[in-house]
């Protein structure tokens, strides 16, 4: 199993900046990808941005030029650094993985608990 923890959300004025941190631990696993989701109320959970292992990037549209993932692989941390915070950007931001585990050799999708992110006009 493997249990991604998140940290970093809170509130903000327009305008600011957040930085959240998705740390992956457990034993004997291999990440894949790692990325960010957000759940605004009554709206489903979009995709914020995505790290493959292989360096590949992805990016919401709404959020390209403001928002900046990274990945630490020795830490197996993802960061998503959010400038230029908007009120629309307000929502739950969940963190999400996809690892092997070594001993079963099978792909598995993994969640973060959630972290709120609030930004006010």
């Known amino acids: 199993q493997v249990q991604l923890v998140e940290s970093g959300g809170g509130m903000v004025q327009a305008g600011g900046s957040l930085r959240l941190s998705c740390t992956a631990s457990?034993?004997?696993?291999?990440?894949?990808?790692m990325g960010w989701y957000r759940q605004a109320p009554g709206k489903q959970r979009e995709l914020v941005a995505s790290s493959t292992s292989y360096g590949n990037i992805r990016y919401a549209d709404f959020v390209k030029g403001r928002f900046t993932i990274s990945r630490d692989s020795a830490k197996n941390t993802v960061y998503l650094q959010m400038n230029s915070l908007k009120p629309e950007d307000t929502a739950v931001y969940f963190c999400n993985a996809d690892a092997v585990l070594l001993d079963t050799a099978r792909l598995f999708e993994y969640w973060g608990q959630g972290t709120q992110v609030t930004v006010s006009s």
């Open positions: 457990g034993s004997r696993f291999s990440i894949n990808t």
